[in-house]
């Protein structure tokens, strides 16, 4: 049967690719010592979480999509990382940013993962990130300052991750 409305993995390649031509008309991009901008997602949990609220923590976000294989790779990997260091003041967010729970959830049940998953349903945080490839990944330091970002994943970037997490965990 034909379908006049484009599948969620094309809808999200199209805001991506949209995200990217507004990109360069809009202001200056997120970027390594600069405040993360805040902003409010609700989680599959049903629960509002606030950017800010994670102020003093060392926080990863990870900005995925379902369909996206290098995203599905990670997130085994970002769980091990949220496991290994959540005591020591560390977390991370996952935000799916195809704007509906439905992929995520169905991801989710294939390969699930503690840390908490938002749902960018406006796709409003994604743009705010200027988030341009999949995976994005931002490390934010406990006084909410951007300290890296990280476009894509191949396995073995893990590495990377870990050395900044360890570093601003003893900051």
């Known amino acids: 049967m034909y379908s006049r409305r484009p599948s969620s993995r ?3 390649q199209l805001f991506l690719l949209l995200l990217a031509s507004a990109g360069a008309l809009t202001a200056q991009a997120v970027a390594p010592e600069q405040p993360a901008p805040d902003f409010t997602l609700k989680s599959l949990d049903g629960v509002n979480l606030r950017l800010e609220e994670y102020r003093g923590q060392v926080l990863l976000i990870n900005f995925w999509a379902s369909w996206c294989g290098p995203c599905r790779q990670e997130m085994p990997v970002l769980d091990r990382l949220h496991q290994r260091y959540v005591d020591a003041g560390f977390a991370v967010l996952g935000i799916n940013v195809e704007g509906e729970e439905k992929p995520a959830r169905e991801l989710l049940e294939k390969v699930p993962v503690t840390f908490p998953v938002l749902i960018d ?6 743009e705010l990130y200027d988030i341009q490839a999949m995976p994005s990944t931002i490390v934010i330091d406990r006084d909410g300052v951007i300290r890296y970002i990280h476009r894509g994943y191949r396995p073995g970037d ?3 991750y870990v050395e900044m997490v360890k570093q601003l965990i003893a900051e």
Do not use: F, K, Y
């Open 121 to 126: 349903s406006g796709q409003l945080v994604s």
């Open 10 to 12: 094309l809808r999200t």
């Open 158 to 160: 893990e590495a990377g």
